[in-house]
């Protein structure tokens, strides 16, 4: 039986260490090819790492920046909210003031009155309660209505400097003007 010969099989030693060779070179520069896509390869790698991370910087900046923002907004309400504060403590103190104020007019005023009417009763009433002497009568809206009509200042200084019958001050030089005062308007308000 003839024998089928495969030609690789056939081949000598020597023929196989010459194809051998003659692949190393081959070999050689396909592992050059193969380095040098791996270079290529590894380079684009580095370049996509590159661009994330300028990516990522530029994102991590920009988070910075709106958080920067943030504070500085929450800083600004702060401030605000403290100033609304404050503005508002000083209203409520201004109130309080203003209150205190009017209670001091109010009482003053009250004083006045009581005030007036003291002076009136201790040294105006002998002649005003009634009507001596030419004195118009306290609740006489008949006899004040035409003393009245030319406003009050002249009724102030015909009682502090007299008039007619009316010593000075109603007789009593130790009153002040504004005592004076007091007692004629309690008796302007008691005429109208």
Do not use: F
């Not at 009482?107 to 006045?112: G, H, L, V």
């Not at 009509?149 to 504004?178: R, Y």
């Amino acid at each position: 039986m003839p024998m089928n010969i495969n030609p690789i099989s056939s081949q000598t030693s020597a023929q196989v260490s010459q194809n051998n060779q003659a692949e190393a070179p081959r070999s050689t520069q396909g592992n050059a090819d193969l380095n040098s896509t791996k270079d290529a390869a590894t380079q684009v790698n580095i370049s996509q790492k590159a661009r994330e991370l300028q990516t990522q910087r530029r994102q991590d900046q920009e988070k910075a920046a709106e958080a920067r923002k943030t504070a500085d907004n929450e800083r600004t309400k702060q401030a605000q909210n403290a100033a609304q504060q404050q503005a508002q403590k000083m209203v409520d103190e201004g109130k309080d003031k203003l209150a205190q104020k009017e209670k001091q007019l109010t009482t003053m005023a009250s004083e006045a009155t009581t005030s007036g009417e003291t002076i009136y009763t201790k040294n105006c009433a002998a002649c005003h309660k009634l009507g001596l002497m030419g004195a118009p009568k306290v609740g006489d809206q008949a006899a004040w209505k035409p003393l009245i009509a030319d406003g009050i200042e002249p009724l102030v200084t015909n009682a502090i400097n007299g008039i007619g019958a009316m010593p000075a001050k109603g007789g009593n030089s130790q009153l002040t003007d504004a005592e004076v005062r007091a007692a004629v308007e309690y008796m302007v308000d008691q005429s109208r």
